[in-house]
Every structure is written in structure tokens, then in C-alpha cells.
């Protein structure tokens, strides 16, 4: 018999934000997300201990992903803002370093939790409001009858990940390549309910970003095609390529004896009945003038040389990947069974052409009608490519959600700079009757908001990496960066040139005071004024559903952490 033990009892951990282990993480990952921060971030090197792939980035899907934790309360935090990250694609370390700024400046308070939350819940509300509002200074409308305002928002992303290892030139080429491919992925025909179309990245490492390219329809890698050679396919008579799209396996053997028992007669082969099936399923494609059939599998050799030998291309192991796009460019149904053909699963491509790059060749599927892209991605290292990839995603994604609601916020640390100067007005000038509904004081309320501010201040000043000072302006609320060794001068507009985000200079009428007081120290704060925004400047932009949905769950997973008062371990 096997030993039984004892079944421990549960560990249980009382007030876990008190204890030093837990306090001792928070602020270890609080310092490397601050340090992985902006476009001029430290790199971070990612392995394990058994060896595999080193992963050199300061994503926070990346380093989120590849981090392991044992305290409860990290799990929470990380898993929080990784769930934000897989809607969103961006603000990941936004959210992450806001939400560790929370927990630390409320938890030191002494206020209640339960009024800490409540007051929180209210300062949120203002900022939502506020950036919701036609007179909040840091929002910019994005026309998309105009690039200017989207290539500073492509652009920012790229220039925000330091791994990429790109050079001015190359920003500009990519940010060019990855509106393009965009603007191919929105439909020409709107209907009701328009659905955006894909892009799909294939990769190419080992050569220069600025080889890269994009274009419309699908890319195939398909060795067996050599470049020289004429590409015979069969056309119908409206000139176009009928496409057959299948997602069963054509292998001929798809019995599985897993699934079931099957009686065959004395002399009759299984093999063969199934090929003689799949060669019927061939004589049917070429009744029909099929052109070009894909297989997400595998096909079997004689059929595929019996399509060739009449004019038929075939392609097998497309992958799973590739099916929704295959079937949504071409309008192919996919066939799942290899017994019944019906007219209505078939489509059609424009055209067919073989293309190379690098070593590799590829299939060139054109559509008719342009909704998915193939974006080809070039950077010189395995690494660079891969948090190039990431990026370029990320682009993608926010430009989707970018014309779902055509909004961006001012980056660069002045959308949190504003909006810390813009809660210390409003906050100064509330009326008695809130506080009251707040059941709180005066006293607390400002506590609250001054931590509140601080948490935002502190995100903007993760920016800076050089130990240079850091100031915000008193007309603005601006973020202005003073480089590192810089000499002592009577004047800051003598050292600074332009705010964060790029919208504002150094005019004589800016006053600035230096970022992140003492805690408790007064500051006093007007209401930050609205600048007039120019679309031609080269602005640093953040995507406006990413950053609003990054503040509500940082205080909203800060609060849920700040309200734990037992976690509770199973110790067997």
C-alpha cells in the first residue's frame, strides 16, 4: 500500500499587504516594469534555467508572459493586466506600473480601505469625464481622411519598443508599409455591418527592415515552385481562378481506427478504395474548371499529380492559420469531407503568381477584392523580429480600434501630467455635498487625490531613464524632460525645447515646477488649458480606448488588492 499522510491544513495570511515578502515583490516588479518603460526603456533578457530560447525585450506581453510569481497578490496584478493586454494589444506597462503606483501611495494613507475605494472610484469617474469631454486638453481627433494624425500614431508605437533596433529611415518605411497594409485590410464595399480584414506577417529573418514590403492578397510558401518556370493555371471563362478549399485531410488514410470499427470485404484494399476516392474527388475538381485547390493537410501525391497533369495547382499543408483568411479572400467554403462536392464551396481568386524573397518562394494568391495583406517583415536577427512582430500587431490592432472610436491621447507623459493637474483643481473646488456622499472628509479626500495624482505623475517620470529632472508646466499640465548634466540656469526654457508629446515649446508665458513633490506637499494648480492642437507636428500619440481601459483596470485591480484582508493557500 502506497504511505498516507496527513492532510495539512490551509495557511492562512492576514492583512498580506502588510507583510514584507509581499511588499519586497511589489516593488521588484514595479522597478523593472518602470525600467522597461518608453522608447528609451532597458532591455530586458528572459530565460529559464533548463536552457531554450533567450527572449530580449521590454514588451509587457513578453515580460508578463515569461515571468513567474508565487505571491498571490503579483498573480492577481500580472494576470489582470495581461487580460487588458489580450483586448487592447497596448498600454500593457502603462497599466501595470499605474496599478503598483496605486497600491503603494493608498495603502501608506492612513484612511480606511473602504473610503480609499470609494474616493478612488470618484477621482476615476472625473478623469473618464474628463477625457470623454470636447474641452479635455490632451484627447486629439483622428481623421482618416488625412494620414498625418495616424502616422504619428504608428509611429509612436514602433519608436516605443527599443528592441526593434530601428533607425529613423526604417521607422519611416514601416510606418508607411503598416498603413498600407491597413488601408488594404478596410473593405471597398460597405455594407451594415463591415468587417475589417487581416494581415497576415511573413516572416523573413536575416535581412534589412527596409526590405520589407507589403502586398495585397496571400503569401504561400511553396518550395516546389521555382521561379523561371511559366505558371499554367486553369481560368474560366470571366478570366477568373476557381478555388476549391479543403480542411480535411487528403492523405488517403482517413480512416482512424480510434473512431470506430469498419468491415471490409475479402480482396479489397483500404489503401486503394480511398485513393480511387480521392482521384474521383480530382476528376470532379477538373469537371468544374477548378483552378487552384488548397488542403489545410495533407495531399496525397497521386492526386496531386493527377491535378497538374490537367492544369490544376495544388497546395497542401496551408495550415490552420491560414483557413479563415484562404476563405474569406477567396469566398471559398471549406470542404470537410472528401465524399461530397457541392457547386456553392467553391471561389475565385484574380490571379496567381510566383514570387521569391530572400531563399524562400512563395505563391502569390491576388484577390479580386483587396481585404487581406500580406505584410512581409524583414529585421537582421531572430530576436529584433520577433519584438518587431509584436509591434507591428500591436499597430495593427490599435488601428483598428482607433476607427471604431477615432480618438488618441497625447503621449510622451503629458495625458498623465494633464490629468494629475487637472484632478488637483477639480479636487480643490468640489462642493461640501460630495464629500458627504462620499461619507468622507475634506482631509481624506485630498489624501486620496494626492496619491491619485502622484500614481499618474509617477508613470510619466518611468520615462526618463538618465536622471535627469523632470517638470510639468502650470498652464498646460505638460510633461517637459530636462536632460541628464544639464547646467544650472536661471530659466528652464533655456534647457527645454519641447513637452513629452510634442504639441507645446518653450514660450516665455510657461511656468514649470518640478514632477513629484513630497508626499502631502501643496501644489497649487489651475485648471490646465486646452492648447490648439497642429496635426502637422510630429505629435507622441497613445491609442484612446487602450489608455482609458489601461486607467480603469489599474485602479480597479489596485482597489480589489488593497481590499484583500486574508489570502487563503492550500498547503497539500
Known amino acids: 500500500m502506497s504511505r498516507l499522510e496527513a492532510k495539512k491544513p490551509p495557511l492562512f495570511i492576514s492583512e498580506p499587504l502588510t507583510r514584507d515578502a509581499v511588499s519586497q515583490s511589489l516593488s521588484l516588479l514595479s522597478g523593472i516594469l518602470k525600467s522597461s518603460y518608453g522608447p528609451a526603456g532597458r532591455l530586458k533578457q528572459l530565460h529559464n534555467g533548463m536552457g531554450g530560447c533567450v527572449c530580449t525585450t521590454s514588451q509587457s506581453s513578453a515580460l508578463l508572459g515569461h515571468l513567474s510569481t508565487s505571491q498571490p497578490v503579483?498573480?492577481?496584478?500580472?494576470?489582470?493586466?495581461?487580460?487588458?493586454?489580450?483586448?487592447?494589444?497596448?498600454?500593457?506597462?502603462f497599466t501595470a506600473i499605474l496599478c503598483c503606483g496605486f497600491i503603494e501611495n493608498f495603502r501608506s494613507l492612513n484612511v480606511a480601505p473602504f473610503t480609499v475605494i470609494k474616493i478612488s472610484k470618484h477621482l476615476l469617474s472625473l478623469c473618464m469625464d474628463h477625457l470623454k469631454s470636447e474641452a479635455c486638453g490632451c484627447r486629439v481627433s483622428v481623421d482618416f481622411s488625412s494620414v498625418e494624425t495616424l502616422v504619428c500614431l504608428v509611429r509612436s508605437i514602433l519608436t516605443s519598443k527599443p528592441a526593434c533596433m530601428l533607425n529613423k529611415t526604417e521607422v519611416d518605411h514601416l510606418t508607411t508599409l503598416v498603413l498600407k497594409a491597413f488601408i488594404f485590410t478596410i473593405p471597398c464595399h460597405v455594407q451594415t455591418n463591415a468587417v475589417l480584414g487581416k494581415c497576415m506577417i511573413v516572416p523573413v529573418k536575416g535581412r534589412r527592415v527596409v526590405d520589407s514590403t507589403v502586398l495585397p492578397g496571400l503569401l504561400i510558401e511553396t518550395p516546389e515552385f521555382q521561379l523561371g518556370k511559366p505558371l499554367a493555371v486553369k481560368r474560366t471563362g470571366s478570366n477568373t481562378i476557381k478555388t476549391a478549399l479543403f480542411s480535411v485531410s487528403m492523405s488517403g488514410d482517413g480512416f482512424n481506427a480510434e473512431?470506430?470499427?469498419?468491415?471490409?470485404?475479402?480482396?479489397?484494399?483500404?489503401?486503394?478504395?480511398?485513393?480511387?476516392?480521392l482521384l474521383n474527388v480530382g476528376k470532379q475538381l477538373v469537371k468544374d474548371e477548378v483552378g487552384l485547390v488548397?488542403?489545410?493537410?495533407?495531399?496525397?501525391?497521386?492526386?496531386?499529380?493527377y491535378l497538374k497533369e490537367n492544369g490544376v495547382i495544388a497546395v497542401d499543408r496551408a495550415g490552420l492559420s491560414l483557413m479563415e483568411p484562404l476563405g474569406r479572400m477567396t469566398g471559398s467554403q471549406p470542404i470537410a469531407s472528401i465524399h461530397s462536392l457541392s457547386p456553392g464551396c467553391y471561389g475565385s481568386l484574380k490571379d496567381l503568381c510566383l514570387e521569391s524573397f530572400a531563399s524562400k518562394h512563395f505563391l502569390h494568391l491576388i484577390p479580386e477584392d483587396t481585404v487581406i495583406c500580406s505584410l512581409i517583415l524583414c529585421n537582421r536577427s531572430e530576436t529584433a523580429w520577433d519584438e518587431l512582430k509584436r509591434v507591428c500587431e500591436t499597430a495593427e490592432h490599435v488601428l483598428q480600434l482607433t476607427m471604431k472610436e477615432p480618438l488618441a491621447l497625447l503621449g510622451g507623459g503629458c495625458t498623465e501630467t494633464h490629468l494629475a493637474s487637472y484632478i488637483r483643481h477639480k479636487s480643490s473646488t468640489l462642493p461640501a455635498s460630495t464629500f458627504k456622499d462620499l461619507d468622507c472628509s475634506q482631509t481624506q479626500y485630498q489624501l486620496v487625490a494626492d496619491g491619485f495624482c502622484r500614481s499618474l505623475e509617477s508613470v510619466a517620470h518611468s520615462l526618463s531613464h538618465d536622471d535627469g529632472e523632470i517638470l510639468t508646466d502650470m498652464v498646460y499640465g505638460h510633461c517637459w524632460f530636462v536632460p541628464s548634466g544639464s547646467p544650472c540656469v536661471s530659466k528652464w526654457s533655456d534647457l527645454v525645447s519641447k513637452c513629452g508629446c510634442g504639441m507645446n515649446g518653450n514660450t516665455e508665458d510657461l511656468s514649470w515646477r518640478f514632477l513629484q513633490g513630497q508626499p502631502g506637499s501643496p501644489v497649487v494648480?489651475?485648471?490646465?488649458?486646452?492648447?490648439?492642437?497642429?496635426?502637422?507636428?510630429?505629435?507622441?500619440?497613445?491609442?484612446?480606448?487602450?489608455?482609458?481601459?489601461?486607467l480603469q483596470v489599474a485602479l480597479e485591480t489596485a482597489n480589489l488588492i488593497l481590499d484583500l484582508s486574508y489570502i487563503i493557500e492550500d498547503q497539500n
Open 74 to 93: 503579483l498573480r492577481v496584478l500580472t494576470a489582470s493586466v495581461q487580460n487588458h493586454v489580450s483586448r487592447f494589444s497596448d498600454c500593457g506597462l
Open 525 to 550: 494648480q489651475g485648471c490646465p488649458e486646452e492648447p490648439s492642437v497642429k496635426v502637422t507636428d510630429l505629435l507622441t500619440l497613445d491609442c484612446f480606448a487602450a489608455k482609458c481601459s489601461g
Open 259 to 277: 473512431e470506430g470499427t469498419i468491415a471490409v470485404h475479402h480482396g479489397v484494399s483500404l489503401e486503394m478504395s480511398e485513393l480511387n476516392q
Open 294 to 305: 488548397l488542403c489545410q493537410k495533407v495531399m496525397h501525391p497521386s492526386l496531386k499529380q
